[in-house]
């Protein structure tokens, strides 16, 4: 039973992780909590699910349009709602406040667009289960918690291992001296966010694919939202453990409360957690007076 | 003429809302993501006051503040240690837990389907006049010695710290007046919808008051005001538009953070003092000193 549970928890905590990892990029390098995410989400998620239906594309092209898609609207977002803001050089709370407005902006265009009708994804696999002895692993549980390990890995290789990502960390480190060092801040600011538009695509696809499509979908950016405060701010390797430990927190919490009472649950362990390592799992200290 | 008298008074209401928000974030800099929660907590409480036990607005109203003071200061205490992210995070996880649990206590609440059958007890004069003696209240608060150091601590709280502010007391004192204003416009829109099921308070909805506190101008109460009120009231004249006046409004949100950051208002007050001093110089020809 528990082993059951803890693949559950997985699965949910790679989705989560995709969802907390898009946003801490964009607080790694600005310095604030995207909520314009859970828009690039829904609208990619709707990009996805029109591919399907007028190309019938299969599940990695379907994946593959949607991040494409995301990744623009992430420029665009970039363009519209903060390129302005940064250049006014306005306190980090207008990036706040723009995003959120963006994603309620997304949010309510997709509404018009597609009502209030709920649609879902055709069946990707053939095969839905796979028991293992007495476990039973959703396939699309499973291909999910692999796409999203991959993407994972192939965006820690980017980071970590190539010119674009050092730039990129050295921007996230002190945006004003990377500049003066050379860096095109500008364009890393537009890595930055099609790179998590990207992710955000991945996974808005898969949000639809569990759940079904409706305007609302991007709301589940506030799972990201706590994994990365949980695992420290600005921390990617810290959003991955917190998106994981959230998974896995939810399951539980589901099997013992229910699903109804779980958040209280997870609030209250939330402040608990917070009461004790106000910084988060990693810790990093974000240079910040006061 | 009825859908007139709705506007305003829901207007009214918005305005108290908003002045309680204005006080956490625009004069103190801290974010609540759970603060509709207070109002929820106001619109279930009198309501199920007035309900189940029918007691008499003004003591429903009392009750629920209390509550809501309780409330506030539990979430309260953690919070105002933390780092602004973290306080949303908080905020917000509360909100959330309000809302499950008026959700899930299906006896007392009536679960998803709400709470009906509140006594229509909220005209407009009280929205009004409530809403006045809030914004007087919120004025003399941004003018006292505590609105002071609230600004003090938003625009640098290390600064404020060593000048000896005591900066967890005075975000306290924020958060608890912001909660009682925010619990109190909960009241009012229980009695006035006679209706409220717990999707109301989402964070959405605490995240519109922030919009429209920085729409107006963040360290202006007129500006917060002028905000709540329009953006209240605009979604109404563009009913034309339907589905569309959600959109403009975040529009119109997007074009004020991009292109006048200080907000419509910037740190402008209309004030009544100023503007007889500025009458009363221009009459005489005195010069200022």
Request: with cysteine; glycine share 10%; net charge positive.
């Amino acid at each position: 039973m528990t082993a059951q549970l803890i693949i559950n928890g997985l699965s949910l905590g790679a989705v989560y992780a995709l969802i907390a990892v898009g946003f801490a990029i964009i607080f790694n390098i600005l310095k604030f909590s995207n909520f314009a995410h859970g828009g690039f989400m829904t609208v990619t998620a709707y990009a996805g699910f029109l591919a399907t239906r007028f190309w019938h594309t299969s599940l990695l092209a379907t994946l593959l349009i949607a991040s494409l898609a995301g990744g623009l609207l992430g420029l665009l977002a970039e363009l519209v709602a903060f390129r302005r803001i940064r250049n006014n050089k306005s306190p980090v709370i207008y990036y706040f406040v723009s995003s959120i407005t963006l994603g309620m902006l997304l949010e309510n265009l997709m509404t018009i667009f597609f009502s209030t009708n709920f649609y879902s994804y055709p069946n990707f696999f053939p095969v839905n289960t796979i028991k293992l002895g007495r476990l039973i692993i959703g396939v699309p549980d499973l291909i999910m918690f692999c796409i999203s390990t991959l993407a994972l890995i192939i965006l820690a290789i980017i980071i970590y291992r190539t010119k674009l990502g050092t730039a990129l960390r050295s921007v996230s480190y002190d945006l004003d001296t990377s500049g003066l060092m050379g860096i095109n801040v500008l364009r890393i600011i537009q890595l930055a966010f099609f790179l998590a538009g990207f992710l955000g695509g991945i996974s808005g696809v898969f949000l639809g694919i569990s759940y079904t499509l409706y305007p609302q979908l991007g709301q589940m950016v506030v799972k990201g939202f706590i994994a990365s405060v949980i695992g420290g701010l600005g921390s990617l390797e810290g959003a991955v453990t917190g998106a994981f430990l959230l998974g896995m927190v939810e399951i539980f919490l589901i099997r013992l409360v229910g699903s109804g009472i779980s958040p209280v649950f997870i609030f209250i362990i939330m402040l608990l957690f917070l009461l004790v390592r106000p910084r988060g799992i990693a810790g990093s200290h974000i240079q910040e007076k006061a | 003429m009825d859908l007139l008298i709705s506007v305003l008074t829901f207007t009214a209401i918005n305005v108290i809302a908003v002045t309680g928000v204005f006080v956490l974030t625009g004069l103190t800099g801290l974010f609540s993501l759970g603060q509709a929660a207070f109002m929820g907590i106001g619109a279930y409480v009198a309501g199920l006051m007035a309900v189940k036990y029918n007691f008499p607005f003004i003591l429903a109203a009392v009750g629920a503040i209390s509550i809501g003071l309780v409330a506030g200061l539990i979430v309260g205490l953690p919070t105002i240690r933390l780092r602004r992210d973290y306080i949303s995070l908080v905020t917000f996880g509360f909100g959330e837990a309000i809302a499950a649990l008026l959700n899930q206590a299906v006896n007392v609440t009536g679960g998803a389907t709400g709470l009906s059958g509140i006594p229509k007890q909220t005209t407009l004069t009280l929205a009004i006049v409530s809403a006045v003696v809030c914004l007087i209240l919120v004025w003399g608060f941004k003018n006292s010695r505590y609105g002071r150091q609230c600004l003090a601590l938003r625009s640098d709280e290390l600064a404020a710290r060593s000048m000896g502010i005591d900066v967890n007391r005075v975000k306290m004192t924020a958060f608890l007046l912001s909660a009682a204003i925010t619990t109190y416009a909960g009241v009012l829109y229980g009695f006035y919808t006679t209706y409220v099921e717990p999707v109301m308070f989402g964070w959405t909805k605490s995240a519109e008051w922030i919009i429209m506190v920085f729409f107006g101008g963040v360290n202006s109460l007129t500006g917060a005001i002028f905000a709540s009120a329009f953006l209240t009231g605009m979604p109404e004249i563009l009913r034309a538009a339907a589905e569309w006046r959600i959109v403009a409004y975040c529009v119109i949100v997007l074009l004020i953070l991009n292109f006048k950051p200080t907000g419509l208002f910037g740190e402008y007050e209309i004030s009544l003092l100023a503007l007889w001093r500025h009458l009363g110089t221009r009459k005489k020809g005195v010069d200022r000193p």
